[in-house]
């Protein structure tokens, strides 16, 4: 079993950012109140069993206060039995990230952090409009490991525009520096409804170029090799198997519960999808309704989430569960691309298991979707 909180507030907007968050604080107590009320609602939604995995994401989670967290903590703990040796993580920004706080996470029960660095270089982070200098970003880990929590992952953003290779790089050897066991790391990509999209469409910056952010991905993948770290997810990268298990529970399609506005539930047949407005979420909440959209998924759509998913790891998708899943479809309808992929040697089959190579990396969504069945 595992649990997603979603906390929808943040200090200020990020240029490329289009999850769900409000910069407005005002109503954080009441959505606080609201998220425990809905893991009551919600607690029958997952079966029984201990609580494996616990993620606080957002939004910016370290804008909670200790009670705030203490009262959340605790209506899980009420609610479900908590796995003694429970991976409990919590995002954090840089600039939340000091010594009290972080000995009010550590006392609470937070046994990791993932923590959104993104650059170590102050123009950069000028560039994508975030709340936390360069010299924070580096301190934060510091403070963080001082204070007892060694399990910390760190977010980069690479393909970020600039003239050459040598800030990523500059990037990887300060996060190399600071000897976190994993770090996850993603392309910049330009969503329409941020600011980056705006500025793309009146053509005040310039596309991401396919070339740059594949030279970037190739550097990147062999610098953390090269440092031991396994690349077990695309875009995420462990050394001794200090592996994120929250976020691998979702490839690997476990049921999981997602609380708060705008988060997402998985029972293994259906998907829900609570509405992403923070004012409609406590209206529904108050009435005590579960304010989600209900996705039952076709056997088609169980097979195409698998492959977008399972792909993209270490662990690969099993052809006899794509079998199943797609209720025999998958090698009817997606035979000849597989064949066609495997000759490009973009994919290769060991033991009844599909792995992407790794020059099959550089096209991992373009593979899946054209694997999907109908």
Request: charged share 20%; glycine share 6%.
């Amino acid at each position: 079993m595992h649990l997603y909180i979603h906390i929808p507030f943040c200090k200020q907007a990020c240029h490329y950012c289009d999850f769900h968050f409000s910069t407005n604080t005002s109503h954080k107590g009441a959505v606080v109140e609201a998220i425990a009320r809905e893991i009551v609602l919600r607690k029958s939604y997952l079966p029984e069993g201990d609580m494996q995995t616990i993620y606080f994401g957002g939004g910016t989670p370290s804008l909670l206060d200790q009670g705030e967290l203490d009262f959340l903590l605790e209506t899980i703990h009420r609610h479900f039995r908590v796995a003694p040796n429970a991976e409990i993580t919590l995002e954090a920004n840089p600039d939340d990230l000091h010594a009290a706080s972080l000995q009010m996470f550590a006392k609470a029960g937070i046994n990791r952090l993932s923590i959104g660095i993104q650059s170590f270089h102050e123009p950069h982070l000028r560039f994508m409009n975030r709340a936390h200098s360069a010299i924070e970003a580096e301190q934060c880990v510091k403070l963080a490991q001082q204070a007892g929590i060694d399990n910390i992952s760190i977010d980069l953003i690479y393909a970020i525009p600039a003239g050459d290779h040598s800030i990523l790089l500059s990037d990887l050897s300060k996060a190399f520096t600071l000897n976190v066991p994993h770090i996850s790391a993603y392309c910049l990509t330009i969503e329409p409804q941020t600011a980056f999209g705006s500025w793309l469409k009146k053509k005040k910056i310039s596309p991401i170029g396919e070339e740059y952010a594949a030279e970037q991905f190739e550097i990147l993948t062999r610098s953390l090799a090269e440092k031991g770290y396994e690349q077990y997810e695309i875009s995420n990268f462990a050394r001794g198997g200090l592996y994120s298990n929250h976020n691998s529970s979702y490839w690997k399609q476990h049921p999981y519960l997602g609380v708060g506005p705008s988060a997402h539930s998985y029972n293994g047949t259906s998907r829900q999808y609570n509405v992403s407005h923070n004012a409609s979420y406590l209206d529904a909440i108050a009435k005590g309704l579960i304010p989600a959209t209900i996705e039952t998924l076709s056997a088609a759509d169980q097979t195409n989430e698998y492959l977008l998913t399972g792909l993209r790891t270490k662990w690969g998708v099993q052809l006899q569960k794509l079998k199943t899943l797609s209720e025999g479809e998958f090698a009817l309808q997606a035979g000849e691309e597989l064949a066609k992929m495997t000759r490009k040697g973009w994919i290769t089959q060991e033991s009844g298991v599909l792995l992407l190579t790794q020059a099959g990396k550089l096209f991992a969504d373009r593979i899946a979707s054209d694997l999907f069945i109908e």
